[in-house]
């Protein structure tokens, strides 16, 4: 029996949690899919009329992420507590918890963008890189009110964080986590960036652009 399946498992179902798809349709009754970008994610919530659950959504799938990580770790110690097993079980969950949240089995396979889920498993992979690039989202919406492109931007900036601030012994798949996870959450922004490069992109507090 190998550990690793449970805690991809595990991750992989806490990361499957659409919260912002359950608390839109628990509070409002609606189907946050069929509003603004279509996304699940707090931002669309916020852009939907419903901030205060905008930033639960935040909240929880952020916790979701970070909660994977550390549950990836608690599994392992069970198993192999050497810091290779630990990092080893940490970068699979963060990696596991991603896809369930990108990919959730319970809307279809078709979930969210990964920001504050990604946010969350770095709160618990690379602490510091994590806030600062909070720190760099906050800058960019703003500075240009575009949540997207401070997403891209966060994202961007995790590996420059993490390799560049001090930090203890990293396994490599932790170091290679730091870079597949923004790109991932990069490349799920595509129709963002057409969207930015067309100059339609919603942009908070300005025009509401079509295609948002
Ligand atoms: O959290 C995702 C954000 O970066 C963009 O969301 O709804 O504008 O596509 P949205």
Request: hydrophobic share 15%; charged share 55%; aromatic share 0%.
């Given at each position: 029996f190998t550990p690793y399946l449970l805690i991809a498992a595990t991750a992989y179902l806490l990361g499957s949690i659409p919260f912002g798809y359950i608390l839109v349709r628990m509070f409002?009754?609606?189907?946050?899919?069929?509003?603004?970008?279509?996304?699940?994610g707090a931002t669309n919530v916020v852009r939907s009329g419903a901030k205060g659950l905008g930033a639960l959504t935040f909240l929880l799938d952020a916790l979701k992420g970070y909660v994977a990580v550390v549950a990836g770790r608690w599994i392992m110690m069970r198993f192999d507590a050497t810091s290779t097993g630990l990092g080893h079980a940490a970068a699979l969950a963060a990696l596991c918890a991603l896809i369930g949240h990108i990919w959730t089995v319970w809307l279809g396979f078709k979930g969210g963008k990964g920001v504050a889920t990604a946010f969350g498993l770095f709160v618990a992979l690379a602490p510091w890189a994590a806030w600062l690039s909070l720190a760099t989202f906050i800058l960019v919406v703003a500075v240009t009110r575009y949540v997207s492109l401070a997403s891209i931007a966060g994202a961007f900036f995790i590996p420059v964080y993490a390799l560049l601030l001090p930090h203890g012994q990293r396994s490599p798949w932790v170091l290679a986590m730091l870079f597949v996870i923004p790109a991932v959450v990069i490349l799920k922004h595509h129709q963002n960036i057409a969207r930015l490069l067309h100059g339609t992109e919603y942009r908070f507090g300005g025009s509401k652009a079509s295609g948002a």
């Open positions: 409002r009754k609606e189907d946050i899919r069929e509003k603004g970008s279509g996304n699940i």
